[in-house]
């Protein structure tokens, strides 16, 4: 079974479904949980391309991304004792990039995440990390779909 499992989260109610699973999974195995946040300093822009962000969004990415990894370690450490958590800052690179990389760098044997199932022209325009990870991952990839888009699945 794993003992190494990553969990990207977002803050989203779709990455929360993704950490769900996995505090699941690693109190099962007995694994160890690294939740990571990716913040990247250079955004798109849809219609100019990448352009640079103020140092102060940038502050206050940074410290939302704090929040939302506090929140994912307290949640886990209700249910699982061994959690440990990353806040990743990267200028102009996926995020799915980045989450590989430190799969492969903690050596993970197991990512979960959360994902909307978008597919077809949704997809393309919106595109996906979780998609991108799950084709580039050197270790499995557990993809957990958002409660709601699993109702609309269901129907």
């Known amino acids: 079974m794993y003992s190494r499992i990553l969990v990207p989260v977002d803050g989203s109610a ?7 699973e996995a505090i699941k999974l690693a109190r099962l195995a007995g694994a160890r949980l690294k939740v990571v946040h990716v913040v990247d300093e250079l955004v798109l822009d849809g219609g100019y391309g990448p352009m640079a962000i103020s140092e102060s969004v940038i502050d206050a990415m940074r410290e939302s991304g704090r929040k939302v990894l506090e929140d994912a370690v307290s949640l886990a450490r209700k249910q699982l004792a061994d959690v ?6 990267t200028i102009g690179r996926r995020a799915a990039d980045t989450i590989v ?22 997809r393309l325009v919106v595109g996906s990390d979780a998609e991108a990870v799950l084709r580039t991952s050197p270790v499995p990839v557990l993809m957990v779909r958002a409660e709601e888009e699993r109702a609309q699945a269901a129907a």
């Open 14 to 20: 779709t990455s929360r479904t993704g950490l769900d």
């Open 84 to 89: 440990e958590s990353e806040l990743i800052e």
């Open 101 to 122: 990389d430190v799969a492969r760098q903690w050596q993970a044997e197991l990512i979960v995440m959360g994902t909307h199932g978008r597919r077809g022209l949704r």
